[in-house]
Nanobody
């Protein structure tokens, strides 16, 4: 059973930085695409950033230039979030696509507030 576990959320002031990490376990295969999604209160789930095997990255327009997704090691990614804004407040979920199946972590709360 593939399991994704996020870490690194918390409370930060506007303009601050946070780093999230996601580690996948339960498979010997390389997960083709891993990414971060978020859901703010009262809003739909949205893609934040994705990392495809080979190094291709994709970002939501709202985070371009502020967030950076990276591969730390096999089946482990991170999300460096700089210049955080109150509108970045959400639960951040890690996602992995393996052999046609999507897997999700349980999420980690990020709150940007003074």
């Amino acid at each position: 059973q593939v399991r994704l576990v996020e870490s690194g959320g918390g409370l930060v002031q506007p303009g601050g930085s946070l780093s999230l990490s996601c580690a996948a376990s339960g498979t010997r295969y390389l997960i083709d695409t891993m990414g971060w999604y978020r859901q703010a209160p009262g809003k739909e789930l949205e893609m934040v950033a994705t990392y495809k095997a080979g190094g291709t990255t994709m970002y939501a327009d709202s985070v371009k230039g502020r967030f950076t997704i990276s591969k730390e090691k096999k089946n482990t990614i991170s999300l460096q979030m700089n210049s955080l804004k109150p509108e970045d407040t959400a639960i951040y979920y890690c996602n992995g696509l393996l052999l046609g199946t999507k897997y999700w972590g349980r999420g980690t709360q990020v709150t940007v507030s003074s």
